[in-house]
């Protein structure tokens, strides 16, 4: 079981070009997030989706787009990079929180994106 | 709005000596309370959650973390660390109030390193 798939892992842009991360899950999980991660900050939630179609902003959403074409696969687009979007990226995803929020969201690897 | 404060940046100890890590949180409805750990060049994994079921919580690899309600507190404690557990460590609440339900709120993180 792969759980959530992120590619590439490693990437170097040059201020002004695009790029779209990817990010698949194979858990059948509706709700998917995607995160940066800066040092000393913690995680701040950049997206999310509650399924195929439905996408919503989170806390620092300018500079990024998303899509939800399918349940597995919710790729995150920059338009054009600044040196403020060098950061991790995380994707994750989970089950609908239900009734309560007690479901884990679990975790890709990472996206360490530089722009330079 | 829920929101959570991780006491302690970086925390050493010495091989066979008790980790102790502290995060308290804010939130206006019971909370959900997570403790995820991060390695080196991977993403997020879960440690442990309290969903209300018992205020004393054991996760993998020996940690457990205690509910205390009127110290608004879900610290995290494992007797003897081990090499292995040297990472990164966060604390993240939801309040499971919907429409914020799917909302995970992160603490800035506590690295670890253990003392041979």
């Known amino acids: 079981n792969a759980g959530v798939t992120q590619t590439p892992k490693f990437r170097i842009l040059k201020i002004g070009q695009s790029m779209t991360l990817q990010c698949t899950q194979d858990m059948n999980h509706n709700y998917m997030y995607w995160y940066r991660q800066d040092p000393g900050m913690g995680l701040k939630l950049i997206y999310y989706?509650?399924?195929?179609?439905?996408?919503d902003k989170g806390e620092v959403p300018n500079g990024y787009n998303v899509s939800r074409s399918t349940t597995e696969d919710f790729p995150l687009r920059l338009e054009l990079a600044a040196p403020s979007q060098t950061s991790v990226y995380f994707c994750a995803s989970s089950y609908s929180p239900g009734t309560g929020g007690d479901q884990p969201q679990h975790f890709g690897d990472g996206t360490r994106l530089s722009i330079l | 709005a829920q929101s959570v404060t991780q006491l302690g940046s970086h925390v050493s100890v010495s091989e066979g000596a008790l980790v102790l890590l502290r995060c308290n949180y804010s939130s206006s409805v019971p909370p959900y309370l997570f403790w995820y750990v991060q390695y080196p060049n991977q993403g997020l994994q879960l440690l442990l959650k309290?969903?209300?079921?018992?205020?004393l919580v054991k996760g993998i690899n020996g940690f457990e973390a205690e509910f205390k309600k009127s110290e608004t507190s879900f610290h995290l404690t494992k007797p003897s660390a081990h090499m292995s557990d040297a990472a990164e460590y966060f604390c993240?609440?939801?309040?499971?109030?919907?429409?914020?339900?799917?909302?995970?709120?992160f603490g800035a993180g506590t690295t670890v390193t253990v003392r041979a």
């Open positions: 989706s509650v399924g195929a179609g439905i996408t």
């Open positions: 993240a609440v939801s309040d499971g109030v919907k429409p914020n339900d799917y909302k995970l709120s």
């Open positions: 309290y969903t209300s079921a018992a205020t």
